[in-house]
């Protein structure tokens, strides 16, 4: 099932459950649930609360369990999943503690086969799992069962793979922290639940999605194994859907609506699969790929190809402000004003120069006067080893100067002490923690600097709804808002750029946008929005598709190397940062790649060839309710 926001498929999850529950109530009989847990969970969590408090959803007769957990891990620890489920379920609802069925984190070794062995008969006891809902990992992980797990794997401790940690190290500030073990539920436990849910959102986890869905059963991919599975359910928003058949290429399936961009959409995968420029594809190439209703719609390939080429034609621009005395019918931004005020919002310290930093260039260069809003501070992400090089250099400084008995001194001495003594996964000290927003907010203005955005204009926004210490954030505040709204009255921009992750729904790049796009409805009566444009770019792991680009900034090689030295400025994120994703290449590397592919497409595609290119989508303000 395809839904437009992940909330809306969570509700949809929770529903269901209800009505299990509700029916083995009935009966009645004990109802056995696994759910899936973490930040991503979140609305589904609340929604089974809403469903508790205002419609008398009782779970009484529900056994609990838990799908994976790491091992050794504390119930108290932030990363542990039993506190999770206690933290957002089980403290606020009628479950009597006899139906919490949670692993042991502290079992000795010896007894960890005995223990997996009696987890798994009182989950099949009585029939096995009535409902789980799970994610799954970016290599088809379901719970912590990697590639390679059998198809009849029970309850058991597993060594983590090395993608499951990557994955995990940004919830354990770093991967060194991350438990090498975990118990998990066997896909043979999992295969006899009554009914599966899986839930994926956003562009990464679209490539797995249509090897589980589309692609043979194989072991190297855990759950397509749920294939054959008799009540199985994913949900999907339309990102992670992108690349299954019917979404990706639904001429295939039936006769599509050919508005704007689905002919765009399909001429460029045509391009791709027939390896052609646009100009170059006949009629035969329409209809071998099952096309030929949109030759019916417009008559001809001449006509298909010349209409398509001179589009994305027009989204090539090497004035990202608007060329001054030029005719702007076809150019993606307005001619006038000549110098535009330009709002960048960057959700962490780095964000901007990574993923828009030629386009950044060319505004400054070109004389537009840019803004930079720093959305939150980052500190979560600079490694305390780093922290200890940077007072390092400040106590040989103050030693140098006499001051071997400031303030400031005692303050680097408790620091240390602080870090010495932390245990891995701990939130850090207010100290600590201001420390390293320091140190970030060093970094941006060294990257600032280089760019040529003089003091005044960078702004360190601070929003409060980061300022937990943890991973999992606070929710928007008013405070958050007000920050935001502030500075876009402010400047009263022209232009404002944001980061367009829209699909990433509990992490902060979606948060800040959130941000953005709420401060913009509460101003919509402002005179100057009527002459503002907004453009959303996008990270270091993913580009826009063509098909949805309408603005691209293709860079020189002298100025993709200058946008390379401003991330290079971000030194704390180098060599390798806290949060790596499961892409191993350093920011720069990501970044780079990413905008030469992007030139590169545009060349094939018959297009002038770039050294390397940045792409945004435009969004109008009357489109923003939908986001």
Not at 530 to 541: E, H, S
Not at 596 to 615: K, T, V
Request: proline share 5%.
């Amino acid at each position: 099932m395809i839904f437009k926001k992940s909330r809306d498929g969570f509700l949809y999850a929770a529903a269901e459950a209800a009505v299990i529950i509700r029916k083995k109530q009935f009966a009645p009989e004990s109802c056995k649930v696994a759910f899936g847990t973490g930040p991503a969970y979140y609305s589904f969590y609340d929604e089974l609360l809403r469903l508790h408090r205002d419609e008398s959803l009782s779970f009484s007769n529900v056994e609990l369990y838990l799908l994976a957990e790491y091992y050794p891990l504390s119930p108290n620890s932030m990363q542990s999943s039993a506190r999770f489920l206690r933290d957002f379920l089980i403290n606020h609802i009628d479950i009597p503690e006899s139906g919490v069925h949670l692993f042991d984190c502290s079992v000795e070794e010896n007894k960890l086969e005995s223990f997996c062995r009696n987890y798994e008969e009182s989950v099949i006891e009585g029939g096995g799992l009535d409902f789980v809902l799970s994610g799954i990992g970016n290599r088809g992980h379901v719970g912590f069962n990697a590639p390679g797990s059998s198809a009849d794997s029970l309850t058991r401790i597993v060594t983590l793979d090395r993608s499951t940690i990557t994955s995990a190290a940004g919830e354990f500030f770093g991967e060194s922290n991350v438990p090498v073990k975990g118990f998990t539920l066997g896909l043979g436990t999992i295969m006899n639940v009554g009914k599966l849910f899986f839930a994926a959102w956003g562009e990464s986890s679209a490539g797995i999605i249509s090897k589980i869905v589309e692609e043979p059963i194989s072991d190297q991919i855990p759950a397509s194994l749920f294939q054959r599975h008799p009540d199985v359910c994913f949900l999907l928003d339309e990102s992670s859907a992108a690349e299954l058949t019917r979404l990706r290429t639904p001429w295939f399936v039936d006769t599509p609506e050919w508005d704007n961009p689905m002919i765009r959409k399909a001429v460029v995968w045509l391009c791709r699969k027939v390896n052609k420029p646009i100009l170059k594809l006949t009629d035969r190439d329409y209809n071998d790929h099952h096309m030929n209703s949109l030759l019916t719609v417009l008559g001809s390939a001449y006509e298909v190809n010349i209409k398509v080429f001179n589009e994305l034609q027009h989204t090539i621009t090497g004035w990202p402000g608007g060329k001054p005395d030029a005719d702007d019918t076809n150019r993606p931004e307005r001619a006038e004003p000549a110098r535009k005020r330009v709002v960048i919002f960057s959700p962490h310290p780095d964000d901007d120069v990574i993923s828009m930093g030629g386009t950044f260039i060319r505004l400054v260069d070109q004389g537009h006067e840019v803004h930079i809003a720093y959305q939150t501070s980052g500190s979560i992400a600079v490694f305390d080893e780093d922290v200890i090089q940077h007072m390092d250099f400040f106590q040989e400084l103050h030693r140098g100067l006499g001051q071997d008995g400031s303030e400031t001194m005692k303050l680097f001495d408790r620091v240390r002490d602080d870090i010495v003594k932390k245990k891995s996964g701990v939130v850090d000290s207010r100290e600590l923690s201001s420390i390293k927003m320091y140190i970030r907010r060093s970094e941006a203005r060294a990257s600032c600097r280089l760019i040529g955005i003089p003091e005044e204009r960078i702004h360190f926004l601070d929003m409060p709804f980061y300022d937990t210490g943890l991973v999992r954030k606070s929710p928007l505040e008013p405070a958050d808002i007000n920050l935001v709204s502030s500075l876009l009255e402010s400047v009263k921009p022209h232009q404002i750029y944001a980061a367009g992750d829209l699909n990433d729904p509990h992490g902060t790049h979606r948060t800040c946008l959130d941000a953005v796009f709420i401060s913009i409805a509460q101003l919509q009566d402002a005179a100057w929005l009527d002459n503002c444009r907004i453009w959303l770019y996008r990270g270091a792991w993913q580009e826009w598709p063509v098909n949805e680009i309408d603005m691209v900034v293709p860079m020189s090689p002298d100025e993709l190397t200058r946008k390379i030295k401003a991330i290079f400025k971000h030194q704390s994120q180098k060599d390798s940062a806290l949060f790596p994703g499961s892409d191993r290449r350093e920011f720069w590397q990501r970044a780079e790649a990413r905008n030469r592919e992007l030139a590169a497409l545009y060349n094939q595609l018959g297009l002038a060839e770039y050294e390397a290119m940045e792409g945004f989508k435009r969004i109008l303000l009357s489109e923003l309710k939908k986001y």
